[in-house]
């Protein structure tokens, strides 16, 4: 079975800041890791996925997470954050068996001016 | 075109009430999703269709009846809902639902509220 964790539900940070989202994971088995945003009122949208190779994933709006296996962790970064970076953002596992993602229980990201 | 769309965005019924909510994609993908969203909270799933067929069926209450009627339609017929069952339903697509990490790809959303 999968599971995710993320360890802040909250995250304010000024404008131009960098900020950094954290997701550890828990798998008996490989596993693709995801990181989708959602903006107020509205679905979701992909960020980033990580399946295989290169363990840094390059994703929009100028997001990029690290795959870590010895830590089981798939961090969100941004260098420079903008007030439409306001979302909240979701870590997601799929693995063995299924497509079928297994969300965690969100960040929200505030973004201050 | 990596869409997929739902109607309505918004639906008020009562409990009494039998309403549907539509999705519809226009991408191939022989996965289609139903999850739902409650304020503040992950989405979870409820329903997977796989080639047209249902696959998974997460012991969602019968109340919540889905179909697919053909590989770019899904519904999810509503009836005798609670005021609990108030949340954000998501449609999802994938190109299959197999394990090789392909995107899952989310519509807006339908807000439904059970008064």
């Known amino acids: 079975a999968q599971s995710v964790t993320q360890l802040d539900s909250q995250v304010p940070v000024f404008e131009e800041a960098p900020v950094e989202l954290r997701c550890n994971y828990s798998?008996?088995?490989?596993?693709?890791l995801f990181w989708y945003v959602q903006y107020p009122n509205q679905g979701l949208q992909l960020l980033l996925k990580?399946?295989?190779?290169?363990?840094l994933v390059k994703g929009i709006n100028g997001f990029e997470a690290e795959f870590n296996k010895s830590q089981t962790s798939f961090h969100l970064r941004k260098p420079s954050v903008h007030i439409s970076d306001t979302a909240e953002y979701f870590c997601a596992v799929s693995g063995a068996g299924a497509n079928n993602l297994f969300f965690g229980t969100g960040t929200r990201l505030t973004v201050i001016p | 075109d990596t869409e997929v769309t739902q109607t309505p965005k918004h639906l008020v019924m009562g409990m009494t009430n039998k309403k549907s909510l539509k999705c519809e994609q226009h991408?191939?993908?022989?996965?289609m999703y139903w999850y739902k969203q409650k304020a503040k909270k992950p989405p979870e799933l409820m329903f997977v269709y796989s080639y047209e067929k249902l696959s998974i069926n997460e012991s969602v209450p019968s109340r919540f009846s889905p179909e697919c009627p053909n590989s770019s339609l899904l519904n999810l017929h509503l009836h005798a809902l609670q005021p609990e069952d108030s949340a954000l339903y998501l449609c999802?697509?994938?190109?299959?639902?197999?394990?090789?990490?392909?995107?899952?790809?989310f519509g807006e959303g339908s807000w439904l509220t059970v008064v």
């Open positions: 990580y399946l295989s190779g290169s363990t």
């Open positions: 798998s008996s088995v490989s596993v693709y």
């Open positions: 999802a697509s994938s190109l299959g639902q197999d394990n090789s990490g392909n995107t899952i790809y």
């Open positions: 991408m191939g993908h022989r996965a």
